[in-house]
Every structure is written in structure tokens, then in C-alpha cells.
């Protein structure tokens, strides 16, 4: 009998133990959904692998365009582009006044840290184009990089204006009043001042600094509490000075924000897009090492994670970084819109060394056909649709909202955190001009400047600038996807 058991028993036992290894099997490989990327709050936020993407996937809300499309296409077709372009001179002098009084508070003093501190570039490095302001001239001498002294071209234009008819001379002043009256997002700094000053860009990175604390706070709790059409019985989730709302996830807060009117909803995501991406810039630059007259900067994966991981944030990192893409697609859109500005040949970006500007010239239009190739921009033409006096009212609220913002840039403390706060919010500012502009660009004239809509060198550089900050960011989350991976 014993005989006839014991090849049963060793049938059953071997069944057994192969189920349970294909099981094991079947587990380890597929059990886990996290590591999946799919939309799921089960186990993501204990996996320190996944728990700052697992959730940033699929559609935006507000637009028709998702996360894994906008990777593809700034990673390897804009991020490059965008890289060179912002290193060629035209792009890389901004003239900004980093003295200005804080509007709003007192002064509470500029931050001591080293890294804050601000190189301004001496006018003898400033190539001689950008310091005479000719990137405004489209004359034969202006646009060929005459050799003619100061004087000399004083003269010359001089010249120039006194043969102007009065009926020209009443042209321009037309032209200077619409100039004046313009819809203007930002609060421009006057580059005649004797407080500004030209900065290089690339000798002045933007990093981290170790400016934070109230001071820090402080500005971004004004810009969201005062200027993001919010009433403070709202309260804003991760505040740090709110009250203390025990175990508030932000239920509320999103309720309340969800039920705004599309623009409204749409000024917050841009604000809290802006936040973020300066976010990462800080992460992906930290000083990880000094001593002995050198420094090492690279990503800071705690730092990362404690701006955006998912438990930590209480699932506000998600959000931030959705909001981030947003931000990308409406300064993309932007672009989009304004490339035939650009695209009129006599449009220079004059520098004074004709080669050098031709090329430039050539890296930005590649860049515009790049990008007309997306097939998901942002229809901005859902914005102020409604009835025609109620939606002139919101836009004048959304441009001063958003004009008051570029106010506050002034209250930074760390001088490296003001220069690139005003000018990535200049950027979006002029972003912002462009797309509710679309009616005087399409009315550009082919051979002449337009005295309809017109762009400063001043708003040129923030407009590109500010979107290779934005490429730069999702360029950046593509390297912390990847650390984050390595330090499981």
C-alpha cells in the first residue's frame, strides 16, 4: 500500500511547491501596481523610487495634451534647441534693476549668504549692439554694424531726424502713446536707470542659495493669499503660516478651486507651475560639497523629495509638478503665436557682430518650426470667451493680479533669487501678452516695423529665457526619475 501512496504524495508535493514559485513569480513581477505608473494611491507612497511620479501620468486637467507626450518632445527636440539659443549673447545680457524698494513692507535687509549675491557684467563686456539699444533700429547701419564712433552716429541719426516730416514725427508719437498703453502684464523695469545693471546669465545660474525661512515665505504667501482670487477662508494646503489644520488633505481648497471660473483656475495653476519649476531648479543645484576654493553642485534627491515626494507633501507633489507641465504648454503656445514677429526679415536680434546675430537668428526660427510640429498646444481662445463686458472686467483683473505679482519680485531678499524671479515672471508675463495679442500679430506688416504690437529686447530675453527654465525643469525630472531609481 505504502508503494502504491508514496508516487501520489510526491506527484501532490511537487505540484505543490512549483505553484507556489510560479506564484511567487507572478507576485514579484506584476503584483505591485505602483511600479507600474499608474494613477493608484495603493503603495505609491512608501516606494521612495516612485513616490514623486508614480501619480504624474495621463491627460492634463484644463487641456488635451499628457505628460508622457510633453516628455518626448521637449527632451529630444526642444531641451537641445532651447540650450543653444540661450547661450548666444542677444539672450544671455539681461538689464535688470535688482535695487528697487520692496513696495508692499518694509526692507528687511538683503541676504548675506554668498551664493545670493548677484555679478553684475561691467558695460566694457555688454557687446556694443545691446549697450546703444540698435536692436531697436532697422537701418542700413544699425543692421550692418557700422564702424562709425559714437558721435559720429549721434550725428547721423541726428541728421536723420531732421528731415522728418511733421506728418512722421506725429506718427511715431502715436506709436510711443500706443507703446505706453499696451496691455502689460509686468511691472518693467526702466533700463535708463542708473540702478540697472547688465547680468550675465550664465556666469549667474540660478541655484539653490540657502535663502529661506519667513522672508521667503512671506513672498510666496503674498502672492498666493493676495493675488490668486482666493478669500481667506480658504486655506491654502502646506501653508506654512496658516494655522494648523490637523489632518486637512486639501479636499477643501480644491473643492473651492475647482468651482472658478476657467481663468481664474487657470492663474492659479500657472502661479503654483512657476513655484514648482523654480523648485526643481533649486533641487537639481544644490551645493553638495565645498572646501578649499572649490564646489561641487548637483541634484539633492532629500531635497527633491521633501518639496515633492507624495507622503510628504500630502500629495500635493503631484499637483505642483502637473501644474509645472501646464505652465509648459502655455508659454509653448506663446511661442507658437509670436513666431511670425520674428519671422519678418528685417526683425534682428542685433548684437553687433553680424555672423553671430544671423545665427542666432537661424537658432530661433528652427526653434519655432520645431514647435509648430507639436500637435497639442493649449487653445487659449476658451479664455475670456464669455459675454463681451464681463470678460474685458476679468481680464483687466487677471493683468493686474498678475502685474501686482511681478511687484513682489521686488520683496526677494536673496538678490540671485530676485534676478531670476523677475525675469522668469517677466517671461510669463510677456507669454501672457502674446497670447491675448493674436488680433495686432496677425495684423503685422511684412516690410516695416508695426506700431500696433511690439516687443522690448528686455521682454525678448525674459519670454526665452523663462521657457528654457521650464524646459530645463521637465528635463530635470527625467534625471531624478532616473537617481530615484538607482537609490532604491
Same mark, same amino acid.
Not at 511690439?454 to 525643469?473: D, G, H, K, M, P
Given at each position: ?13 511537487s ?11 507572478f ?14 494611491? *495603493? ?22 495634451? +499628457?505628460?508622457e ?11 537641445p534647441r ?11 545680457y539681461?538689464?535688470? &534693476?535688482?535695487r ?13 549668504i ?17 549697450k ?15 564702424d ?6 549721434a ?18 508719437? =502715436?506709436?510711443?502713446?500706443?507703446? +505706453?498703453?499696451? =496691455? ?13 545693471? %547688465? ?11 540657502? %535663502?529661506k ?10 502672492? %498666493? ?6 478669500? #481667506? @477662508?480658504v %486655506?491654502?494646503?502646506? &501653508?506654512?503660516?496658516?494655522?494648523s ?19 481664474? #483656475? ?5 502661479? @503654483? ?13 544644490y551645493?553638495?560639497?565645498e572646501?578649499?576654493? #572649490?564646489?561641487?553642485?548637483?541634484? &539633492? ?6 518639496? !515633492?515626494?507624495?507622503?510628504?507633501? $500630502?500629495?500635493?507633489?503631484? #499637483? ?12 509653448l ?10 519671422e ?6 542685433y ?24 500637435p497639442?498646444?493649449? +487653445? ?12 474685458k472686467?476679468? $481680464?483687466?483683473e487677471?493683468?493686474?493680479? !498678475?502685474?501686482?505679482? *511681478? ?15 523677475k ?12 497670447l491675448? *495679442? ?9 516690410? *516695416?516695423?508695426?506700431?500696433?504690437f ?12 523663462? !521657457? ?13 526619475r ?7
Amino acid at each position: 500500500m505504502w508503494r502504491r501512496i508514496a508516487p501520489a504524495v510526491g506527484v501532490l508535493l511537487s505540484a505543490w511547491f512549483f505553484g507556489n514559485f510560479v506564484l511567487a513569480w507572478f507576485q514579484q513581477n506584476t503584483g505591485n501596481p505602483a511600479t507600474q505608473h499608474r494613477d493608484r494611491p *495603493s503603495g505609491a507612497a512608501g516606494r521612495p523610487d516612485q513616490s514623486c511620479f508614480c501619480h504624474l501620468t495621463g491627460v492634463l486637467d484644463d487641456c488635451f495634451c +499628457d505628460v508622457e507626450s510633453i516628455d518626448v518632445f521637449n527632451n529630444q527636440k526642444i531641451y537641445p534647441r532651447i540650450q543653444k539659443l540661450t547661450r548666444q549673447d542677444y539672450f544671455r545680457y539681461y538689464r535688470v &534693476n535688482l535695487r528697487r524698494p520692496c513696495p508692499f513692507w518694509p526692507d528687511d535687509g538683503h541676504c548675506s549668504i554668498k551664493d545670493c549675491h548677484v555679478e553684475p557684467c561691467p558695460e566694457s563686456e555688454v557687446p556694443v549692439g545691446i549697450k546703444s539699444g540698435n536692436y531697436n533700429k532697422y537701418s542700413q547701419a544699425a543692421n550692418a554694424g557700422s564702424d562709425l564712433t559714437a558721435c559720429e552716429r549721434a550725428e547721423e541719426l541726428g541728421a536723420i531726424n531732421s528731415t522728418l516730416s511733421n506728418q512722421s514725427k506725429e506718427a511715431f508719437a =502715436d506709436w510711443a502713446r500706443h507703446d +505706453d498703453a499696451q =496691455d502689460h502684464f509686468c511691472e518693467l523695469d526702466d533700463e535708463s536707470s542708473p540702478d540697472a545693471d %547688465y547680468v550675465d546669465l550664465l556666469l549667474n545660474p540660478e541655484r539653490y542659495t540657502g %535663502y529661506k525661512g519667513p522672508s521667503a515665505w512671506r513672498v510666496w504667501n503674498s502672492i %498666493y493669499e493676495e493675488n490668486c482670487f482666493k478669500p #481667506r @477662508s480658504v %486655506y491654502r494646503p502646506l &501653508n506654512p503660516l496658516a494655522p494648523s489644520r490637523g489632518d486637512d488633505d486639501g479636499e477643501a481648497f480644491y473643492t473651492w478651486l475647482e468651482g472658478l471660473c476657467l481663468e481664474k #483656475r487657470v492663474f492659479y495653476r500657472l502661479i @503654483s507651475g512657476l513655484h514648482s519649476s523654480i523648485n526643481i531648479h533649486l533641487s537639481a543645484e544644490y551645493l553638495l560639497d565645498e572646501g578649499w576654493g #572649490r564646489t561641487v553642485w548637483g541634484p &539633492n534627491l532629500q531635497e527633491f523629495r521633501r518639496r !515633492f515626494d507624495t507622503a510628504q507633501t $500630502k500629495g500635493e507633489g503631484t #499637483r505642483r509638478l502637473k501644474n509645472l507641465y501646464f505652465l509648459y504648454l502655455i508659454e509653448l503656445r506663446a511661442l507658437y503665436k509670436v513666431a511670425p514677429y520674428f519671422e519678418r526679415a528685417f526683425v534682428h536680434l542685433y548684437t553687433g557682430n553680424r555672423q553671430q546675430d544671423g545665427a542666432t537668428k537661424e537658432l530661433l526660427l528652427q526653434l519655432f518650426s520645431e514647435i509648430r510640429t507639436f500637435p497639442m498646444h493649449f +487653445d487659449e481662445r476658451s479664455m475670456f470667451a464669455g459675454h463681451k463686458m464681463e470678460a474685458k472686467t476679468l $481680464k483687466e483683473e487677471f493683468r493686474l493680479h !498678475f502685474k501686482n505679482i *511681478s511687484r513682489i519680485m521686488d520683496c526677494v531678499g536673496c538678490s540671485k533669487c530676485r534676478l531670476w524671479g523677475k525675469l522668469q515672471t517677466q517671461g510669463l508675463g510677456t507669454a501672457l501678452k502674446v497670447l491675448f *495679442s493674436e488680433t495686432e500679430i496677425q495684423k503685422l506688416p511684412e516690410r *516695416s516695423p508695426s506700431k500696433g504690437f511690439q516687443l522690448t529686447r528686455q521682454e525678448i530675453v525674459a519670454l526665452l529665457n523663462a !521657457f528654457s527654465r521650464l524646459s530645463t525643469s521637465i528635463h530635470q525630472l527625467h534625471r531624478f526619475r532616473l537617481l530615484l531609481k538607482e537609490s532604491r
